[in-house]
């Protein structure tokens, strides 16, 4: 099965896009653009500010430009593809008077240390958590899923005091957690 990914030319409007490049499983263009009308399915818009252990933390995860599909091929031959809003989150970060980031934008290739390239193309950042604030880090629970389906990369993200970041794939013991 031919494995494409759909990158939006033009905003989305309407949950519909008009114009998008077509890339390959390897990222690459395939073609030249199409002309076309899917309908685009999105998830819920997650925002928090919160303030934990004296930090101040600003986050959303929410549809950026990008598009991503999902063949499905029925037992009688019929073939549906369904198009999804890709995600990305933006993070601000505080302590004290201290700015540790801000309005810094992850999208999901931020994990390719984690997540294949394969499969970034058909997953998308689903949900994003504070798991433990220290006075030297904030640590964040995100999961990259495929739309609509269980199948995650559950990944523990910290944000040292410098503002430098660390990802590490959960174990199952450390996903029961959530």
């Not at 980031?101 to 290739?109: A, G, I, N, P, T």
């Not at 949900?127 to 220290?134: K, P, T």
């Amino acid at each position: 099965m031919d494995e494409t990914h759909y990158k939006t030319e033009k905003k989305i409007n309407n949950d519909t896009i008009s114009k998008k490049t077509v890339l390959d499983a390897k990222g690459e263009s395939q073609s030249s653009q199409i002309d076309t009308k899917h309908k685009i399915s999105s998830y819920p818009q997650i925002n928090i500010d919160t303030i934990m252990g004296g930090v101040h933390i600003a986050y959303s995860v929410k549809d950026n430009k990008s598009t991503l599909s999902d063949t499905i091929i029925y037992g009688e031959g019929r073939i549906e593809t369904h198009y999804y809003a890709d995600r990305s989150m933006f993070l601000s970060i505080k302590r004290k008077d201290k700015i540790i980031l801000r309005e810094k934008v992850f999208d999901k290739s931020f994990f390719s240390s984690i997540v294949p390239k394969s499969e970034l193309l058909k997953n998308l950042i689903s949900f994003v958590a504070v798991r433990h604030v220290s006075e030297t880090s904030v640590t964040f629970f995100v999961t990259i899923c495929k739309p609509d389906s269980d199948v995650c990369y559950y990944i523990e993200m910290v944000i040292s005091n410098d503002g430098t970041v660390g990802l590490k794939e959960l174990d199952e013991s450390e996903k029961e957690e959530f």
